[in-house]
């Protein structure tokens, strides 16, 4: 059974910097799409950023988020600097398996609130 696990949001000031981590197991991800979503109160879920044999942002983070991943510990990481007050939402993780990326699992997601 794959599992993810988010861990390390919170509450931080704009400007400031978090760094989120997706623990998974059940399978090893190292073939994997992995990527983070994040919903906004009100909003649809929305992409962030995923990583493969490339790595892709979405416009609204891009140079400020890094996405990386550690294929060893079968985590992947979200390095949040230059926060603003939009940041604010529950962030998810998303695995797409391999070999065929059809299938979809999503972790629980981890609060992230930037304070103006």
């Known amino acids: 059974q794959v599992q993810l696990v988010e861990t390390g949001g919170g509450l931080v000031q704009a400007g400031g910097s978090l760094r989120l981590s997706c623990a998974a197991s059940g399978r090893t991800i190292s073939s994997d799409n992995m990527a983070w979503y994040r919903q906004a109160p009100g909003k649809e879920r929305e992409f962030v950023a995923a990583?493969?044999?490339?790595?892709t942002y979405a416009d609204s983070v891009r140079g400020r988020f890094t996405i990386s991943r550690d294929n060893a510990r079968n985590t992947v990481y979200l390095q949040m600097n230059s926060l603003k007050p939009e940041d604010t939402a529950i962030y998810y993780c998303?695995?797409?398996?391999?070999?065929?990326?059809?299938?979809?699992?999503w972790g629980q997601g981890t609060q992230v609130t930037v304070s103006s």
């Open positions: 990583s493969m044999w490339t790595t």
């Open positions: 998303r695995l797409l398996a391999a070999p065929l990326f059809t299938r979809t699992y």
